[in-house]
């Protein structure tokens, strides 16, 4: 067994040992089952057959995918952590995990515990076991003991699904490979478990659909939505016009590189994702939307506001400190920018 990387942080330690599962990939085979796994996600799978069937799948989808959903999940969390600042899970399920990006993006907002503390408890539930055991192997190498000591437990993600409590759950990457009444019960299930639900899906149209779905039932249920949104409300955006969706900047490997034929050495993950609390958040003012536009000046920004409407603001030179944040600020980020929370 490989002794863990450390004392890396999780992204660091993630990216190393995924270099390391590329290095032992046959280019053809892993180009192959590559090609077949995009076609698998950007089609429909029923539910009773699981995406990553063998290793050599999982391999190939912990080296393609595995980073742009560790960093889409990193940058939903990290608006989460933003918006209760206080709060730490003391417990995380991950429903339908596969090899862990979202505990592994976990275990960077909300390190170990620094006094010695026992590390809280991390559970993946997924159906397919060749990702279990990817999975598994991978975090035996994490500097994080809460992934070191994380269950890895086979479980069908569907209506019959059993969650345990616990403080967060996430649902990543998930809903699209179900059928409308099995995302309904996982949603469902995920919000009478936990004090806090992440779900986080595609940033395309279908998947913006999904959100918006489970975003409901976690209102319904009782749930304050975190992030992105600025308020409970309905979603602003009126339905076939957009679709609220963000970005995270990914590394590319050789892999990539090869697969798409590309020769930049990085690639925008578009994400859609809804973060939601049983206790009330500390939402943003107002979120940024679209990528901010530099102007001379100037700076435009397109807003989703607390009263619950969309608009855009330009801030301008002569507004001095507010427009040098404005020149800072990225998509995404909430707006105005927050101060550092007291101590």
């Given at each position: ?15 190393a ?28 799978t ?44 003391s ?67 569907d ?11 996430t ?45 409901d ?27 609220c ?5 990914v ?6 590189r ?23 958040p ?40 507010l ?19 007291a101590?």
């Amino acid at each position: 067994m490989h002794a863990p990387l450390s004392p890396q942080a999780p992204a660091e330690a993630l990216r190393a040992t995924l270099a390391e599962l590329v290095d032992g990939l046959p280019p053809r085979q892993a180009a192959q089952a590559t090609a077949r796994l995009i076609a698998n996600y950007r089609g429909a799978t029923p539910t009773d057959a699981p995406v990553l069937r063998d290793r050599s799948d999982v391999v190939a989808y912990a080296a393609y995918r595995m980073p742009a959903t560790f960093e889409a999940d990193r940058a939903a969390l990290g608006a989460l952590a933003d918006a209760v600042p206080r709060w730490t899970p003391s417990g995380h399920t991950d429903i339908g995990g596969g090899t862990g990006a979202a505990v592994w993006a976990a275990a960077d907002i909300w390190p170990d515990p620094a006094d010695g503390a026992a590390p809280r408890p991390v559970t993946v539930l997924d159906w397919a076991e060749p990702a279990l055991a990817l999975g598994r192997e991978l975090a035996a190498r994490a500097p994080s003991a809460a992934l070191r000591d994380a269950r890895w437990r086979r479980a069908r993600i569907d209506a019959a699904l059993d969650v345990p409590p616990t403080g967060l759950v996430t649902v990543s990457y998930v809903l699209g490979e179900l059928t409308p009444a099995d995302r309904a019960a996982v949603v469902d299930a995920a919000a009478g478990a936990a004090e806090v639900v992440a779900v986080v899906e595609p940033g395309t149209p279908d998947g913006y659909r999904r959100i918006i779905e489970a975003r409901d039932r976690l209102v319904a249920a009782g749930f304050h939505i975190a992030a992105p949104c600025p308020h409970s409300a309905a979603c602003p955006i009126e339905e076939g016009t957009d679709w609220c969706h963000f970005a995270a900047r990914v590394s590319r490997s050789s892999l990539h590189r090869q697969v798409k034929g590309a020769s930049l050495a990085w690639e925008d993950e578009k994400f859609s994702y809804v973060a939601a609390t049983r206790f009330r958040p500390g939402p943003a003012t107002a979120r940024v939307v679209r990528r901010p536009q530099t102007r001379k000046g100037q700076v435009l920004l397109d807003l989703c506001r607390d009263t619950e409407e969309l608009s855009r603001e330009t801030v301008t030179k002569r507004q001095g400190p507010l427009y040098r944040a404005a020149r800072d600020t990225a998509w995404g980020d909430p707006w105005p920018p927050r101060e550092d929370p007291a101590p």
